[in-house]
């Protein structure tokens, strides 16, 4: 068991430092935080706020933010529902999973949970409806998975602030994007994306980039 937890949390951190990687790039060697908020300006417009529970004003995003994370504790059990995510989170479950652990994981002090709501709310649109498997949910699903093995007592300690956030941000847009077909699909096609991306690693280079 202990050795199937180590192969998944470590597929986990190695897709988190690809991504870290990416946004030291994109930062000329700023910090993940700093990489990851120009690159939300970038995705942000006028999204209103979705997943905002009924009852709640519209503007209120600490209101919101206070929900998720008075109801965001079920996410720390292993054998949480996805459907129970997709229901309180009022159909924006990347949202609720990657704001309940940047605040879990004592990360809101340096990344505010506002501006990363935002950021969480702009990348659940990349994903596409008309893909029945690599949705948001999905990739909240995974995220939350990731996020429970880092709080397993045999990692405790091991990532620093920076790795934690990047492991989140790798979670959140692993399959974003994705357009319901292999990579040898696309490759064997002609696609623009296997041009773009010379037939190498096609979807998960889209999501990175």
Not at 49 to 54: A, L, N
Not at 109 to 127: G, V
Not at 148 to 164: C, E, H, M, S, V
Not at 184 to 191: D, K, R
Request: hydrophobic fraction near 50%; charge should be neutral; aromatic fraction near 10%.
């Amino acid at each position: 068991m202990k050795q199937e937890i180590i192969r998944k949390l470590s597929a986990a951190v190695a897709m988190s430092l690809v991504v870290g990687v990416s946004l030291a790039a994109c930062g000329g060697g700023s910090s993940a935080f700093d990489s990851v908020s120009s690159a939300a300006g970038l995705y942000l417009r006028p999204l209103g706020r979705p997943g905002v529970p009924r009852g709640v004003a519209a503007d209120a995003e600490d209101q919101a933010i206070a929900y998720i994370i008075r109801l965001g504790p079920e996410l720390e059990r292993w054998d949480y529902s996805p459907a129970w995510l997709q229901r309180v989170s009022h159909g924006h479950p990347l949202r609720f999973a990657f704001v309940y652990f940047v605040h879990r994981f004592r990360l809101s002090s340096r990344w505010q949970l506002p501006l990363m709501s935002q950021w969480a709310s702009a990348i659940e649109t990349l994903y596409h409806d008309s893909n029945a498997f690599h949705t948001a949910l999905h990739a909240a699903d995974t995220l939350q998975a990731a996020a429970y093995l880092a709080t397993l007592p045999a990692f405790d300690g091991i990532f620093t602030r920076d790795q934690l956030f990047c492991l989140l941000v790798a979670c959140a847009v692993h399959d974003v994007g994705h357009l319901a077909r292999t990579n040898a699909f696309l490759a064997q096609t002609g696609h623009p994306l296997a041009i773009t991306y010379s037939d190498t690693a096609v979807l998960e280079s889209m999501s990175l980039a």
